[in-house]
Structures are given as structure tokens and as C-alpha cells.
């Protein structure tokens, strides 16, 4: 959902499939990385990005079996990290261009799961 600076006008930016949840602006404002259900099973989440403008989405990551997570914009605006828990139950951080390709794994040990951008 959105509203105004108020708390009026609220409206909802999914279609109301699914689960939506982690959402995070682009530093411009324009868009919102979150992740969602819609078209897999429950509790199978993968990062999307929808243009707030236009309310127009792009799926950036397919894995089912798992879950994609918690995605947060690079402050350049050209990246988005997020979590991914396969089935195993051991989560890692990947990161990604904002148009969901170039995915790397960035952690290898332990459990991780809330990434974050730092700035100098």
C-alpha cells in the first residue's frame, strides 16, 4: 500500500495475490524492490520491482524452492541485495542489478539474513 504524507489516500499497489512484504525504495523514489509470492506457493517469495508511477512490475528472480528476501537498494540506485533461503534452511546474501540480473552470492558461512548498504 501507499499514501500520502497525511496518512490519506491510501491505495493498494498489488493486485492482492500472494503475499507482499519487504518493501524498499530506490533512492530516487521511483521504484520499490519487495518481495512476493504471486504465482508460487505460499511462503515462496521472490524480489520484484514496480515503478511507482505506473504501478507496472518486473519479476527479478525465479527460484522456487526457497524464498528471496529482504531486498535493499544500493545508494547508486544500480543495485538491490537481498536474502535467499533455499530449502535447506540457510540463508545468504546475493546481490543484483536493479533489472534482476548479474546475481552474485556475496556470503558463504553462517546465517544471513538482513542485508544492508553502507555509505561512506
Do not use: C
Not at 497525511?6 to 493486485?15: A, H, V, Y
Not at 492482492?16 to 525504495?25: F, K, L, Q, R, V
Not at 546481490?95 to 553502507?118: C, E, F, I, R
Amino acid at each position: 500500500y501507499r499514501m500520502n504524507a497525511e496518512g490519506l489516500n491510501i491505495e493498494r499497489l498489488t493486485d492482492g495475490t500472494g503475499e507482499a512484504s519487504n518493501p524498499s525504495w530506490s533512492p530516487d523514489g521511483q521504484h520499490i524492490a519487495f518481495a512476493w509470492t504471486r504465482g508460487y506457493q505460499a511462503g515462496e517469495f521472490n524480489i520484484f520491482v514496480m515503478d511507482v508511477g505506473s504501478l507496472k512490475y518486473q519479476q527479478l528472480t525465479h527460484n522456487t524452492g526457497g524464498k528471496n528476501e529482504n531486498p535493499v537498494w544500493a545508494p547508486d540506485g544500480k543495485h538491490i541485495v537481498f536474502m535467499r533461503t533455499p530449502r535447506s534452511g540457510i540463508s545468504q546474501i546475493f546481490s543484483m542489478l536493479a533489472d534482476g540480473t548479474q546475481v552474485t552470492q556475496l556470503t558463504t558461512q553462517g546465517n544471513n539474513k538482513y542485508p544492508v548498504w553502507g555509505v561512506k
